[in-house]
């Protein structure tokens, strides 16, 4: 793939963990409308999570803090 000319548009979120390890670079666009996008994490009110569930949600969670986590 390094030996294309490919330009793709996605959010950081998705590929920042890959930047360095596949040689790309990310350019920020600062078109308002592009920003809109959203994440949540969503659990019944007053549910009692299963503890592999909560596990999980907490490694997402802390992931999108800390990519180097899901290394």
Known sequence: ???????T???LL?????LDAD???A???SNPELHQRTLQVQTMAG???PRVIQAFVE???GAI???????
């Open 27 to 29: 350019i920020p666009i």
């Open 14 to 18: 998705t590929v920042r963990g890959r």
């Open 9 to 11: 548009i996605t959010g």
């Open 1 to 7: 793939m390094l030996q294309t000319d490919a330009v």
């Open 59 to 61: 490694l997402l969670t």
């Open 47 to 49: 549910r009692t999570l």
């Open 23 to 25: 040689g790309f670079a």
């Open 65 to 71: 803090g800390n990519p180097a986590l899901l290394d």
